[in-house]
């Protein structure tokens, strides 16, 4: 199978994908995530499928220009990210991060929708300091329907984190394998939960996932 390229800036509203290995993808399909609220930390083209997807998403985004460095104005990535969701009709819901409002506990508080799971994918800004905190929050709080994604997670400074989530019994599901739009280079994406039957629902096979990010795109090769 081959996989068109994507950018981030495309302006074709089937484009939709995260970028993480290929079978994370499946694996949120399988959710079905329309009884999930999500709050990412960082957005990107993963906004506009959860956006599209999910039962809704937050996206913790602090206003940067493309090389990272702090502004205001119109060459923010956050303009950009509005402008794109005009473009594609598609209501994204970005939040400014701060001190206080990145903790689990506020999370749990001001956005985790009632009646549904919740999805936090970890993916920006402190992505380390960020599992972490996620990490000890569900380790204490087990019984809470939760799921972390956490992605480029084989980089060394999440070890210790992993291990922390090992001793204590915690289900984790690596995905090892191409990124869409960087089909030759590797990375890993897990899935880490007390509540493994969150990662299957509707879907019973990759074969009945409907390929909405790309055109013609099958399993069969």
Known sequence: TTFPSLKYYTKNSKLLAPWIVLSAQ?????????DFTVVEYGSGISSFFFAKEAGICYSFEENVDINGEHLLGSESWIKKMQDQSEFLDLKINLVSPNEENILPKNIISNYWQKDSYLLIFIDGCEREKIFSLWSDFIISNKELQIV?????????DKASTFEKLK???????????????????????????????????????????????????????
């Open 26 to 34: 499946e694996t949120l399909l399988d959710f079905g995530l329309k």
């Open 148 to 156: 972390l994604l956490v992605d480029n997670s084989d980089l060394p």
């Open 167 to 221: 001793k204590n019994n915690a289900m984790i599901f690596h995905h090892y394998g191409p990124v869409y739009g960087q089909i030759y280079s590797n990375s890993c994406t897990s899935f880490i939960t007390f509540n493994p039957q969150l990662l299957v629902n509707k879907n019973y096979s990759p074969f009945t996932h409907d390929k909405r990010w790309g055109y013609g795109n099958s399993q069969a090769s």
